[in-house]
Protein backbone atom coordinates (compact mmCIF):
# COMPACT_ATOMS: atom_id res chain seq x y z
CA UNK A 1 0.00 0.00 0.00
CA UNK A 2 1.88 3.54 -1.10
CA UNK A 3 0.97 5.81 1.36
CA UNK A 4 0.61 9.08 0.28
CA UNK A 5 3.31 12.15 1.60
CA UNK A 6 1.85 15.32 3.93
CA UNK A 7 4.24 18.15 5.72
CA UNK A 8 1.01 18.01 7.92
CA UNK A 9 -1.56 15.92 9.09
CA UNK A 10 -4.61 17.08 11.34
CA UNK A 11 -6.75 14.23 12.99
CA UNK A 12 -10.00 15.68 13.69
CA UNK A 13 -11.65 18.17 12.16
CA UNK A 14 -12.96 20.25 14.71
CA UNK A 15 -11.75 23.94 15.98
CA UNK A 16 -8.19 23.08 17.32
CA UNK A 17 -7.53 21.70 14.04
CA UNK A 18 -9.25 23.75 11.74
CA UNK A 19 -7.40 26.65 13.51
CA UNK A 20 -4.08 24.86 13.01
CA UNK A 21 -4.39 24.34 9.66
CA UNK A 22 -5.63 27.74 9.12
CA UNK A 23 -2.79 29.22 10.67
CA UNK A 24 -0.16 26.32 8.80
CA UNK A 25 -1.75 27.96 5.64
CA UNK A 26 -1.36 31.74 6.19
CA UNK A 27 1.98 31.00 7.55
CA UNK A 28 3.13 28.93 4.17
CA UNK A 29 0.21 27.97 1.59
CA UNK A 30 3.16 25.74 -0.11
CA UNK A 31 2.79 23.15 3.35
CA UNK A 32 0.66 20.41 2.15
CA UNK A 33 -1.76 19.13 4.83
CA UNK A 34 -4.65 16.24 5.32
CA UNK A 35 -7.38 16.47 7.46
CA UNK A 36 -8.72 13.31 8.90
CA UNK A 37 -12.05 13.39 10.52
CA UNK A 38 -13.91 9.90 11.86
CA UNK A 39 -17.58 11.30 11.44
CA UNK A 40 -19.25 12.15 7.62
CA UNK A 41 -19.12 15.85 8.23
CA UNK A 42 -16.77 19.04 9.85
CA UNK A 43 -17.34 20.04 13.46
CA UNK A 44 -20.01 17.18 14.35
CA UNK A 45 -18.25 16.34 17.98
CA UNK A 46 -17.29 18.63 20.55
CA UNK A 47 -17.48 21.66 18.31
CA UNK A 48 -20.63 21.45 17.11
CA UNK A 49 -23.12 24.40 18.17
CA UNK A 50 -25.42 22.36 20.84
CA UNK A 51 -22.40 20.15 22.06
CA UNK A 52 -20.47 23.03 23.79
CA UNK A 53 -22.20 26.72 25.30
CA UNK A 54 -20.76 28.66 22.63
CA UNK A 55 -19.66 31.22 24.94
CA UNK A 56 -16.34 33.29 23.58
CA UNK A 57 -15.04 32.69 27.21
CA UNK A 58 -12.88 35.78 28.68
CA UNK A 59 -14.18 35.32 31.89
CA UNK A 60 -16.57 38.14 32.49
CA UNK A 61 -19.06 35.89 33.58
CA UNK A 62 -17.76 32.55 34.69
CA UNK A 63 -17.09 33.20 38.19
CA UNK A 64 -15.44 29.65 38.57
CA UNK A 65 -11.90 31.36 36.81
CA UNK A 66 -12.22 34.10 39.93
CA UNK A 67 -11.96 31.45 43.25
CA UNK A 68 -11.13 33.64 46.33
CA UNK A 69 -7.81 32.90 48.09
CA UNK A 70 -7.28 31.97 51.54
CA UNK A 71 -6.45 35.22 52.35
CA UNK A 72 -10.26 36.63 50.95
CA UNK A 73 -9.13 38.45 47.71
CA UNK A 74 -10.05 37.64 44.09
CA UNK A 75 -7.34 35.31 42.25
CA UNK A 76 -7.77 37.07 39.07
CA UNK A 77 -4.46 34.97 37.56
CA UNK A 78 -6.76 32.56 35.53
CA UNK A 79 -9.11 35.52 34.41
CA UNK A 80 -6.63 37.52 32.80
CA UNK A 81 -4.80 34.74 31.14
CA UNK A 82 -8.33 33.09 29.92
CA UNK A 83 -8.75 36.86 28.37
CA UNK A 84 -6.09 37.92 27.01
CA UNK A 85 -5.85 34.38 25.48
CA UNK A 86 -9.54 34.77 23.96
CA UNK A 87 -9.03 38.40 22.25
CA UNK A 88 -5.74 36.57 20.38
CA UNK A 89 -8.78 34.31 18.77
CA UNK A 90 -10.41 37.54 17.88
CA UNK A 91 -7.58 39.07 16.29
CA UNK A 92 -7.10 35.93 14.12
CA UNK A 93 -10.79 35.44 13.15
CA UNK A 94 -10.89 39.71 12.25
CA UNK A 95 -8.33 38.89 9.82
CA UNK A 96 -9.72 36.18 8.33
CA UNK A 97 -13.22 38.21 8.01
CA UNK A 98 -10.77 41.36 6.53
CA UNK A 99 -9.12 38.92 4.14
CA UNK A 100 -12.32 37.04 3.10
CA UNK A 101 -11.56 33.40 4.36
CA UNK A 102 -14.17 34.03 6.80
CA UNK A 103 -17.74 34.83 6.04
CA UNK A 104 -19.81 37.50 7.57
CA UNK A 105 -19.27 37.59 11.07
CA UNK A 106 -23.45 36.83 12.15
CA UNK A 107 -22.56 33.50 10.77
CA UNK A 108 -20.61 32.39 13.55
CA UNK A 109 -20.18 35.20 16.01
CA UNK A 110 -23.11 37.79 17.65
CA UNK A 111 -22.91 39.73 20.77
CA UNK A 112 -24.92 38.18 23.55
CA UNK A 113 -23.37 40.17 26.57
CA UNK A 114 -22.03 38.03 29.30
CA UNK A 115 -23.62 38.79 32.70
CA UNK A 116 -23.47 37.09 35.96
CA UNK A 117 -26.29 36.42 38.57
CA UNK A 118 -26.50 35.47 41.94
CA UNK A 119 -28.80 35.96 45.34
CA UNK A 120 -28.10 36.16 49.31
CA UNK A 121 -25.94 37.61 51.49
CA UNK A 122 -22.57 35.92 50.79
CA UNK A 123 -22.96 35.80 46.81
CA UNK A 124 -23.96 39.24 46.68
CA UNK A 125 -20.78 40.34 48.74
CA UNK A 126 -18.36 37.37 46.68
CA UNK A 127 -19.72 39.15 43.14
CA UNK A 128 -19.22 42.77 44.38
CA UNK A 129 -15.84 41.95 45.48
CA UNK A 130 -14.92 40.30 42.20
CA UNK A 131 -16.18 43.27 40.44
CA UNK A 132 -14.32 45.83 42.44
CA UNK A 133 -11.43 43.83 41.86
CA UNK A 134 -11.47 43.10 37.90
CA UNK A 135 -12.46 46.81 37.04
CA UNK A 136 -9.64 47.93 38.12
CA UNK A 137 -7.29 46.37 35.31
CA UNK A 138 -8.19 47.35 31.83
CA UNK A 139 -9.26 44.30 30.33
CA UNK A 140 -11.97 44.34 32.35
CA UNK A 141 -12.79 48.02 32.84
CA UNK A 142 -16.24 47.99 31.14
CA UNK A 143 -17.75 45.75 33.12
CA UNK A 144 -20.46 46.70 34.78
CA UNK A 145 -22.54 46.18 38.32
CA UNK A 146 -25.73 46.58 39.85
CA UNK A 147 -27.87 45.77 43.11
CA UNK A 148 -30.49 47.31 41.89
CA UNK A 149 -33.60 44.87 40.70
CA UNK A 150 -34.82 47.80 38.18
CA UNK A 151 -31.29 47.90 36.51
CA UNK A 152 -31.16 44.03 36.59
CA UNK A 153 -34.01 43.47 35.25
CA UNK A 154 -33.66 45.38 31.94
CA UNK A 155 -30.35 43.36 31.56
CA UNK A 156 -32.23 40.27 32.10
CA UNK A 157 -35.64 39.98 32.21
CA UNK A 158 -36.64 36.52 32.55
CA UNK A 159 -34.12 36.65 35.30
CA UNK A 160 -36.00 38.66 36.96
CA UNK A 161 -39.74 37.98 36.63
CA UNK A 162 -41.50 37.52 39.79
CA UNK A 163 -38.56 36.97 42.40
CA UNK A 164 -39.54 36.86 45.93
CA UNK A 165 -39.72 40.45 47.25
CA UNK A 166 -36.95 41.75 48.72
CA UNK A 167 -34.46 39.06 47.36
CA UNK A 168 -30.76 40.46 47.70
CA UNK A 169 -29.55 39.76 44.17
CA UNK A 170 -26.64 41.43 42.35
CA UNK A 171 -25.18 40.90 38.72
CA UNK A 172 -22.05 42.16 36.44
CA UNK A 173 -22.29 42.28 32.93
CA UNK A 174 -19.94 43.09 29.90
CA UNK A 175 -22.35 44.30 27.41
CA UNK A 176 -19.60 43.00 24.30
CA UNK A 177 -19.65 39.55 25.37
CA UNK A 178 -20.13 37.27 22.45
CA UNK A 179 -22.11 34.07 21.18
CA UNK A 180 -20.05 31.81 19.09
CA UNK A 181 -21.10 29.18 16.39
CA UNK A 182 -17.64 27.38 16.95
CA UNK A 183 -19.35 24.80 14.52
CA UNK A 184 -20.03 27.46 11.93
CA UNK A 185 -16.75 28.71 12.29
CA UNK A 186 -14.91 26.14 12.23
CA UNK A 187 -16.73 24.71 8.67
CA UNK A 188 -15.69 27.95 7.29
CA UNK A 189 -12.11 27.76 8.02
CA UNK A 190 -11.92 24.17 6.33
CA UNK A 191 -13.84 25.27 3.84
CA UNK A 192 -11.88 28.07 2.80
CA UNK A 193 -8.67 25.58 3.41
CA UNK A 194 -10.26 23.09 1.08
CA UNK A 195 -10.22 25.96 -1.93
CA UNK A 196 -6.48 26.13 -1.89
CA UNK A 197 -3.89 23.58 -3.12
CA UNK A 198 -2.36 21.17 -1.28
CA UNK A 199 -4.94 20.41 0.91
CA UNK A 200 -7.06 16.99 1.16
CA UNK A 201 -10.26 16.38 3.50
CA UNK A 202 -10.51 12.41 4.53
CA UNK A 203 -13.90 12.09 6.05
CA UNK A 204 -15.85 8.89 7.28
CA UNK A 205 -12.11 8.05 8.20
CA UNK A 206 -10.49 6.73 11.10
CA UNK A 207 -7.46 6.28 12.27
CA UNK A 208 -6.46 2.79 13.29
CA UNK A 209 -2.78 3.41 14.23
CA UNK A 210 0.08 5.51 14.06
CA UNK A 211 4.38 4.23 13.68
CA UNK A 212 6.77 6.66 13.58
CA UNK A 213 9.57 5.74 10.80
CA UNK A 214 13.51 5.76 11.32
CA UNK A 215 13.56 9.29 9.43
CA UNK A 216 11.37 10.38 12.18
CA UNK A 217 8.41 10.75 10.31
CA UNK A 218 4.93 9.25 11.45
CA UNK A 219 3.25 6.39 8.98
CA UNK A 220 -0.52 6.72 9.87
CA UNK A 221 -2.85 3.81 8.99
CA UNK A 222 -6.44 4.77 8.16
CA UNK A 223 -9.70 3.27 7.62
CA UNK A 224 -11.79 4.27 4.96
CA UNK A 225 -15.37 3.69 6.08
CA UNK A 226 -17.67 4.90 2.72
CA UNK A 227 -15.58 1.53 1.45
CA UNK A 228 -13.57 0.02 3.83
CA UNK A 229 -10.62 0.42 2.86
CA UNK A 230 -7.37 0.62 4.27
CA UNK A 231 -5.11 3.91 3.49
CA UNK A 232 -2.01 5.14 4.78
CA UNK A 233 -0.35 9.13 5.36
CA UNK A 234 2.97 9.63 5.66
CA UNK A 235 3.32 13.00 7.79
CA UNK A 236 6.25 14.90 9.16
CA UNK A 237 4.10 16.25 11.51
CA UNK A 238 0.68 15.10 13.13
CA UNK A 239 -1.58 17.07 15.00
CA UNK A 240 -4.38 15.23 17.43
CA UNK A 241 -7.17 17.11 18.40
CA UNK A 242 -9.67 14.89 18.29
CA UNK A 243 -11.54 16.14 21.29
CA UNK A 244 -11.62 13.02 24.02
CA UNK A 245 -10.69 10.62 21.55
CA UNK A 246 -7.07 12.30 21.32
CA UNK A 247 -5.95 10.54 24.83
CA UNK A 248 -6.46 7.22 22.85
CA UNK A 249 -4.33 8.22 19.73
CA UNK A 250 -1.86 9.90 22.03
CA UNK A 251 -1.53 6.51 23.48
CA UNK A 252 -1.53 4.92 20.05
CA UNK A 253 1.94 7.03 19.02
CA UNK A 254 3.54 5.17 22.16
CA UNK A 255 5.80 8.87 22.63
CA UNK A 256 6.79 9.17 25.99
CA UNK A 257 5.55 12.44 26.84
CA UNK A 258 1.81 11.03 26.94
CA UNK A 259 2.81 8.17 29.44
CA UNK A 260 0.92 8.58 32.22
CA UNK A 261 -1.79 10.42 31.22
CA UNK A 262 -5.24 9.38 31.67
CA UNK A 263 -8.81 10.89 30.91
CA UNK A 264 -12.10 11.63 32.94
CA UNK A 265 -14.82 11.43 31.18
CA UNK A 266 -18.37 14.15 31.80
CA UNK A 267 -21.01 14.36 29.26
CA UNK A 268 -23.62 17.34 29.05
CA UNK A 269 -27.30 17.91 28.74
CA UNK A 270 -28.59 21.24 27.88
CA UNK A 271 -32.30 21.95 28.61
CA UNK A 272 -33.67 24.25 25.17
CA UNK A 273 -36.79 26.55 24.84
CA UNK A 274 -37.74 27.22 20.78
CA UNK A 275 -40.64 29.31 22.13
CA UNK A 276 -40.30 32.72 20.58
CA UNK A 277 -42.13 34.96 23.09
CA UNK A 278 -40.30 33.56 25.89
CA UNK A 279 -37.00 33.44 24.00
CA UNK A 280 -37.18 37.43 22.73
CA UNK A 281 -36.91 38.37 26.33
CA UNK A 282 -33.43 37.18 26.60
CA UNK A 283 -30.23 38.44 25.09
CA UNK A 284 -27.69 37.47 27.72
CA UNK A 285 -25.52 34.68 28.69
CA UNK A 286 -26.22 34.65 32.65
CA UNK A 287 -23.68 32.70 34.56
CA UNK A 288 -24.24 31.53 38.10
CA UNK A 289 -22.30 29.71 40.96
CA UNK A 290 -21.95 25.97 40.40
CA UNK A 291 -23.41 23.61 42.95
CA UNK A 292 -21.13 22.61 45.40
CA UNK A 293 -18.96 19.73 43.98
CA UNK A 294 -19.58 20.56 40.22
CA UNK A 295 -17.09 20.52 37.97
CA UNK A 296 -15.89 23.59 36.22
CA UNK A 297 -17.98 22.66 33.17
CA UNK A 298 -21.53 22.56 34.96
CA UNK A 299 -21.29 26.12 36.22
CA UNK A 300 -25.17 27.01 35.45
CA UNK A 301 -26.48 29.51 32.57
CA UNK A 302 -29.35 30.78 30.74
CA UNK A 303 -28.15 31.52 27.28
CA UNK A 304 -29.09 33.53 24.41
CA UNK A 305 -27.71 31.40 21.13
CA UNK A 306 -27.98 31.80 17.50
CA UNK A 307 -28.01 28.33 15.75
CA UNK A 308 -28.33 27.86 12.35
CA UNK A 309 -29.26 32.25 11.81
CA UNK A 310 -32.45 31.29 14.69
CA UNK A 311 -32.28 32.57 18.24
CA UNK A 312 -32.55 30.18 21.00
CA UNK A 313 -32.41 29.79 24.34
CA UNK A 314 -30.23 27.10 26.49
CA UNK A 315 -29.88 26.12 30.51
CA UNK A 316 -27.68 24.44 31.92
CA UNK A 317 -25.40 21.92 31.26
CA UNK A 318 -26.47 19.22 33.75
CA UNK A 319 -23.25 16.99 33.95
CA UNK A 320 -23.85 13.35 33.57
CA UNK A 321 -21.80 9.78 34.05
CA UNK A 322 -20.15 8.11 31.38
CA UNK A 323 -17.33 6.20 29.65
CA UNK A 324 -17.67 7.74 26.59
CA UNK A 325 -14.71 9.47 25.45
CA UNK A 326 -17.02 10.81 22.38
CA UNK A 327 -21.04 11.73 21.66
CA UNK A 328 -20.12 9.51 19.19
CA UNK A 329 -18.02 7.03 20.87
CA UNK A 330 -18.01 3.61 22.78
CA UNK A 331 -19.03 3.10 26.21
CA UNK A 332 -15.27 0.94 26.14
CA UNK A 333 -13.56 4.11 25.69
CA UNK A 334 -12.50 4.51 29.49
CA UNK A 335 -11.45 0.69 30.24
CA UNK A 336 -9.23 0.42 26.63
CA UNK A 337 -7.71 3.47 28.10
CA UNK A 338 -6.07 2.39 30.73
CA UNK A 339 -2.39 1.41 30.98
CA UNK A 340 0.27 0.42 33.39
CA UNK A 341 1.44 3.58 33.04
CA UNK A 342 -1.77 5.59 34.50
CA UNK A 343 -3.66 3.15 36.46
CA UNK A 344 -2.03 4.49 39.55
CA UNK A 345 -2.93 8.34 38.70
CA UNK A 346 -6.52 6.62 37.82
CA UNK A 347 -6.96 5.01 40.66
CA UNK A 348 -5.53 7.73 42.87
CA UNK A 349 -8.01 10.40 41.51
CA UNK A 350 -10.67 7.82 41.47
CA UNK A 351 -10.10 7.11 45.34
CA UNK A 352 -10.45 11.56 45.74
CA UNK A 353 -13.03 12.05 44.09
CA UNK A 354 -15.53 10.06 44.93
CA UNK A 355 -18.17 13.33 46.08
CA UNK A 356 -17.41 14.41 42.22
CA UNK A 357 -18.29 10.82 40.72
CA UNK A 358 -21.74 10.61 42.78
CA UNK A 359 -22.42 14.35 41.70
CA UNK A 360 -22.03 13.10 38.31
CA UNK A 361 -24.33 10.08 38.90
CA UNK A 362 -26.97 11.86 40.44
CA UNK A 363 -27.16 14.80 37.79
CA UNK A 364 -27.63 12.21 34.83
CA UNK A 365 -30.16 10.18 36.95
CA UNK A 366 -32.28 13.59 37.90
CA UNK A 367 -36.03 14.28 36.28
CA UNK A 368 -37.15 16.36 34.32
CA UNK A 369 -39.16 17.98 36.73
CA UNK A 370 -35.97 18.72 38.84
CA UNK A 371 -34.03 19.98 36.14
CA UNK A 372 -36.89 22.51 35.95
CA UNK A 373 -36.42 23.54 39.14
CA UNK A 374 -32.94 23.95 38.90
CA UNK A 375 -33.92 26.15 35.59
CA UNK A 376 -36.42 28.07 38.19
CA UNK A 377 -33.41 29.23 40.33
CA UNK A 378 -32.50 32.02 37.21
CA UNK A 379 -36.07 32.23 35.61
CA UNK A 380 -38.57 31.65 38.10
CA UNK A 381 -41.26 31.65 35.65
CA UNK A 382 -40.19 28.60 33.71
CA UNK A 383 -42.77 25.58 32.61
CA UNK A 384 -42.02 22.45 32.09
CA UNK A 385 -43.68 22.28 28.97
CA UNK A 386 -41.60 25.01 27.35
CA UNK A 387 -38.34 23.07 27.89
CA UNK A 388 -37.02 19.70 26.57
CA UNK A 389 -33.57 18.10 27.09
CA UNK A 390 -31.10 17.70 24.94
CA UNK A 391 -27.62 15.73 24.78
CA UNK A 392 -24.35 17.94 24.92
CA UNK A 393 -21.19 16.79 23.81
CA UNK A 394 -18.52 14.95 26.13
CA UNK A 395 -15.69 16.32 27.49
CA UNK A 396 -12.79 13.98 28.93
CA UNK A 397 -11.09 15.76 31.90
CA UNK A 398 -6.97 15.26 32.28
CA UNK A 399 -5.70 12.93 34.93
CA UNK A 400 -1.92 13.36 35.39
CA UNK A 401 0.48 12.16 37.70
CA UNK A 402 1.35 14.22 40.57
CA UNK A 403 4.59 15.00 42.55
CA UNK A 404 4.53 11.78 44.62
CA UNK A 405 3.18 10.30 41.93
CA UNK A 406 -0.29 9.36 42.19
CA UNK A 407 -2.88 11.45 40.14
CA UNK A 408 -4.36 14.71 39.96
CA UNK A 409 -7.67 15.41 37.75
CA UNK A 410 -7.03 19.03 35.55
CA UNK A 411 -9.85 20.71 34.05
CA UNK A 412 -8.23 22.98 31.51
CA UNK A 413 -6.69 22.13 28.23
CA UNK A 414 -3.37 21.16 27.94
CA UNK A 415 -0.41 20.76 24.91
CA UNK A 416 1.39 18.31 24.05
CA UNK A 417 4.77 17.90 22.24
CA UNK A 418 6.99 15.13 21.69
CA UNK A 419 10.84 15.86 22.29
CA UNK A 420 11.81 15.25 18.59
CA UNK A 421 8.53 17.99 17.67
CA UNK A 422 6.72 15.81 14.95
CA UNK A 423 3.90 15.10 16.92
CA UNK A 424 1.42 16.99 19.08
CA UNK A 425 -1.85 16.69 21.02
CA UNK A 426 -4.19 18.93 22.68
CA UNK A 427 -6.04 17.25 25.64
CA UNK A 428 -8.72 18.25 28.16
CA UNK A 429 -11.78 20.53 27.83
CA UNK A 430 -12.64 23.95 29.37
CA UNK A 431 -11.74 26.89 28.02
CA UNK A 432 -11.51 25.16 24.79
CA UNK A 433 -11.90 26.48 21.17
CA UNK A 434 -12.38 29.98 22.82
CA UNK A 435 -8.83 30.05 23.25
CA UNK A 436 -7.54 27.77 19.87
CA UNK A 437 -5.69 30.69 18.36
CA UNK A 438 -3.13 31.24 21.22
CA UNK A 439 -3.26 27.05 22.07
CA UNK A 440 -2.43 26.26 18.18
CA UNK A 441 0.17 29.19 18.13
CA UNK A 442 1.70 27.43 21.07
CA UNK A 443 1.94 24.11 18.71
CA UNK A 444 3.70 25.98 16.03
CA UNK A 445 6.14 27.67 18.38
CA UNK A 446 6.97 24.49 20.29
CA UNK A 447 7.03 22.48 16.91
CA UNK A 448 7.57 24.33 13.68
CA UNK A 449 9.03 27.47 15.27
CA UNK A 450 11.03 28.36 11.82
CA UNK A 451 7.51 29.15 10.53
CA UNK A 452 7.32 32.36 12.57
CA UNK A 453 10.40 33.60 11.78
CA UNK A 454 11.56 35.92 8.55
CA UNK A 455 8.86 36.46 6.54
CA UNK A 456 6.45 34.20 8.63
CA UNK A 457 7.13 36.73 11.89
CA UNK A 458 5.71 39.29 9.63
CA UNK A 459 2.44 37.56 8.55
CA UNK A 460 1.80 36.34 12.04
CA UNK A 461 1.46 40.12 12.94
CA UNK A 462 -0.74 41.03 10.45
CA UNK A 463 -3.10 38.29 11.65
CA UNK A 464 -2.29 38.69 15.46
CA UNK A 465 -0.96 42.21 15.77
CA UNK A 466 -0.18 41.73 19.67
CA UNK A 467 1.67 38.51 19.04
CA UNK A 468 4.39 38.54 21.76
CA UNK A 469 3.15 41.25 23.54
CA UNK A 470 1.47 41.19 26.38
CA UNK A 471 -2.14 42.79 26.27
CA UNK A 472 -2.40 41.76 30.26
CA UNK A 473 0.39 44.94 30.63
CA UNK A 474 -0.16 46.84 27.71
CA UNK A 475 -3.30 49.18 28.41
CA UNK A 476 -2.65 50.70 25.05
CA UNK A 477 -2.38 47.77 22.76
CA UNK A 478 -5.68 46.40 24.27
CA UNK A 479 -7.17 49.11 23.49
CA UNK A 480 -6.14 49.48 19.62
CA UNK A 481 -6.77 46.16 19.21
CA UNK A 482 -10.20 45.45 21.13
CA UNK A 483 -11.42 48.26 19.16
CA UNK A 484 -10.90 46.69 15.73
CA UNK A 485 -12.24 43.21 16.67
CA UNK A 486 -15.17 44.51 18.45
CA UNK A 487 -15.31 46.92 15.17
CA UNK A 488 -14.60 43.98 12.36
CA UNK A 489 -17.07 40.92 14.49
CA UNK A 490 -19.58 43.84 14.73
CA UNK A 491 -19.90 42.92 18.24
CA UNK A 492 -21.44 45.47 20.91
CA UNK A 493 -24.43 47.00 22.91
CA UNK A 494 -27.49 45.64 20.73
CA UNK A 495 -30.30 46.99 23.19
CA UNK A 496 -31.02 50.11 24.78
CA UNK A 497 -28.27 50.27 27.32
CA UNK A 498 -29.53 50.80 30.76
CA UNK A 499 -28.21 54.51 33.25
CA UNK A 500 -24.64 53.95 33.59
CA UNK A 501 -24.69 56.06 36.97
CA UNK A 502 -27.09 53.11 38.20
CA UNK A 503 -25.21 50.32 36.68
CA UNK A 504 -21.77 51.34 38.65
CA UNK A 505 -23.56 51.87 41.94
CA UNK A 506 -23.55 49.26 44.90
Not at 99 to 112: K, Q
Not at 185 to 208: C, H, I, K, P, W
Not at 453 to 463: K, L, T, V, W
Not at 490 to 495: A, K, M, P, R, S
Request: net charge neutral.
Amino acid sequence: MTAKKVDVLLVGAGAMSSTLGTLLKQLDPSLTIAMVERLDQVAQESTDALNNAGTGHAAYCELNYTPVKADGSIDTTKAFNINSAFEVSLQLWSYLVEEGALPEPTRFINTAPHCSFVWGDENVDFLRKRYETLRQHHLFSDMEYSEDPAVINQWMPLVMQNRKPGEKVAASRVAYGSDVNFGELSRAMVSTLQQQEGFDLYLNTQVEDLDQQKDKSWQVSLKDHNNGKRLSINARFVFIGAGGAALTLLQKSGISEGKGYGGFPVSGQWLICNKPEIIEQHHAKVYGKPPLGAPPMSVPHLDTRVINGKKALLFGPFAGFTTRFLKKGSILDLPFSIRPNNLRPLMSVGINNMDLTRYLISESLQSHEARVASLRKFFPDAKESDWQLSIAGQRVQIIKKDEKGGGKLEFGTEVIVSSDKTISALLGASPGASTAAQAMLSVIERAMPQLLEGEGSERIRRMIPSYKQSLIDNAELLKTVRERTLRVLQLGETQEEAPRQAINSN
